[in-house]
């Protein structure tokens, strides 16, 4: 849990997200925040918030002599979450009294928090119905920072341990039995787009060029991976920085390694000469 306090936001654990991580290979530690920062623009807003740097200290000396893979180590995490839980209510408290901030009800918390205690396929259940809701918002949602001309599609991706992930392709290509599944990143100052949403749309790279099998509407189609990167500033070769250059050069050598497509506007980044 991350609460901001009253006047921000507050966010929640997720069983997909620690099913990703899973999938990925990535080991996660749930841990709590101990300190923050009054904010100096809303009265109930806290910022800077810092995790309590001895207890991830502890956490991460375990991992290094874990001798199982991650998706083991996540599910013991889970087995942790009512100790870890308590601990961060109590910070949030604590923080709330130091900086004289009110924070988001301590109740409302303590049910979503009882949710994930319950038992796992509660929490699992429960963490989906939310993703499928924000799969439909997406799904339905133009974003300013996409510029593509396809319809939007949503996709459920399942493992073969029964984990779910809920997404949407901003645009998808079919053309016989392919069909293109496209990650549309758009900047509308810049030549290329920031890279942090280059690296979001790497993230769903790894998922698109890694299905086994893909079915829509019952039939089933060959999936090829798309990452679109648009700008609204005409790319001309000799208006690219040394920084864009070296962006795009790394996209091309990752793309392909790992079989997918990168378009630049409209045009195929393996055909640049870069």
């Known amino acids: 849990m991350k609460d901001e306090g009253k006047d921000g936001d507050r966010d929640f654990l997720q069983w997909d997200t620690i099913s990703l991580m899973s999938l990925l290979g990535i080991y996660v530690i749930i841990g709590y925040y101990k300190e923050a920062e009054r904010s100096q623009k809303y009265k109930d807003k806290i910022t800077n918030q810092k995790f309590d740097i001895n207890y991830i200290k502890k956490e991460l000396h375990s991992i290094l002599s874990y001798q199982s ?3 083991h ?3 013991e995490q889970i087995e942790k979450v009512e100790e870890v839980a308590k601990i961060a209510l109590y910070c949030y408290e604590k923080i709330s ?4 901030i009110e924070m988001h009800s301590k ?4 049910k979503r928090i009882n949710k994930i205690i319950e038992n796992k396929d509660t929490f699992i259940q429960f963490s989906r119905e939310l993703a499928k809701k924000a799969q439909i918002r997406e799904s339905i949602t133009n974003q300013p920072k996409e510029k593509l001309s396809g319809s939007k599609a949503t996709l459920t991706i399942k493992n073969y ?3 779910y992930y809920f997404f949407t392709c901003d645009e998808i290509i079919i053309e016989k039995e392919k069909i293109y599944l496209i990650e549309g990143k758009h900047s509308k100052q810049s030549l290329i787009p920031s890279l942090e949403d280059i690296k979001d749309g790497l993230l769903k790279m790894i998922l698109f060029t890694n299905l086994k099998e893909l079915k ?3 039939k089933e189609y060959h999936p090829f991976a798309v990452l679109r990167l648009t ?3 005409n790319i001309q070769k000799d208006k690219l920085t040394p920084i864009h250059f070296n962006i795009l050069k790394l996209l091309k050598e990752e793309s392909e390694e790992n079989n997918f497509i990168v378009m630049l506007n409209n045009k195929n980044l393996i055909e640049l000469a870069l």
């Not at 109740?107 to 303590?110: G, K, N, R, S, T």
């Open 69 to 71: 893979d991650a998706l």
């Open 73 to 75: 180590w996540n599910l």
């Open 97 to 100: 009294k130091d900086l004289g």
């Open 107 to 110: 109740e409302l918390a303590e």
């Open 161 to 163: 341990l029964g984990g």
């Open 216 to 218: 829509m509407h019952g």
């Open 231 to 233: 700008s609204e500033i």
